[in-house]
T-cell receptor, first 112, second 115 residues
Framework: ELKVEQNPLFLSMQEGKNYTIYCNYS?????LYWYRQDPGKSLESLFV?????AVKQEGRLMASLDTKARLSTLHITAAVHDLSATYFC????????????FGKGTKLSVKP | DAMVIQNPRYQVTQFGKPVTLSCSQT?????MYWYQQKSSQAPKLLFH???????NEADTPDNFQSRRPNTSFCFLDIRSPGLGDTAMYLC??????????????FGPGTRLTVL
């Protein structure tokens, strides 16, 4: 059974600081996604990582994937308040069925 | 402009009273998914359709059913809602290229409260 673990689950940051969210998964998968969710809202796709060593960046967020270590990171650079949200990583499970197994999410709060 | 639409956005129902949630998409995607997300938890897949083929997750309660009358629409029926079914229900789609490899796009969700 595929397990996806994120840490930390809660993160309080000051504006301007850097931090990294980690996502570990237990079995081989060829795709990993990062989603953002604002309170009471749906999930917004941020990144899809398809291969070992993949790195994607959008604004202050950068995601990377190490398939050998079964680890993905989401790095936040110079955090701003607008980044406050819950971030989920999700890993494809079940071969071609495309079922996503989500981590528990990291609730990020960026304070002035 | 909306690509995955869910109705209603908020639904309150009585314990045991059947409820139907609706999802429609303008993306012409092959695959449509239903997830349940309880408060402060990760989304959990209930089932999905690949075209007309229905795929149920092993631990999805029998109380939850789904219908997909055409490519654009998919419904979630909860036959006898219990208090534990209070949650956000998210519809997602993927495809049409290599449907299972494409990113899943989520609708805004329906927040269901069972009283």
């Amino acid at each position: 059974e595929l397990k996806v673990e994120q840490n930390p689950l809660f993160l309080s940051m000051q504006e301007g600081k850097n931090y990294t969210i980690y996502c570990n998964y237990s079995t081989t998968s060829d795709r990993l996604y990062w989603y953002r969710q604002d309170p009471g809202k749906s999930l917004e796709s941020l990144f899809v990582l398809l291969s070992n060593g993949a790195v994607k960046q959008e604004g202050r967020l950068m995601a990377s994937l190490d398939t050998k270590a079964r680890l993905s990171t989401l790095h936040i650079t110079a955090a701003v308040h607008d980044l406050s949200a819950t971030y989920f990583c999700a890993v494809v499970y079940g071969g071609s069925q495309g079922n996503l197994i989500f981590g528990k999410g990291t609730k990020l709060s960026v304070k002035p | 402009d909306a690509m995955v639409i869910q109705n209603p956005r908020y639904q309150v129902t009585q314990f045991g009273k059947p409820v139907t949630l609706s999802c429609s998409q303008t993306l012409n995607h092959n695959v449509m998914y239903w997830y349940q997300q309880k408060s402060s938890q990760a989304p959990k897949l209930l089932f999905h359709y690949y075209d007309k083929d229905f795929n149920n997750e092993a631990d999805t309660p029998d109380n939850f059913q789904s219908r997909r009358p055409n490519t654009s629409f998919c419904f979630l029926d909860i036959r006898s809602p219990g208090l534990g079914d209070t949650a956000m229900y998210l519809c997602a789609t993927s495809g049409p290229g290599q449907a299972y490899t494409d990113t899943q796009y989520f609708g805004p969700g329906t927040r269901l409260t069972v009283l």
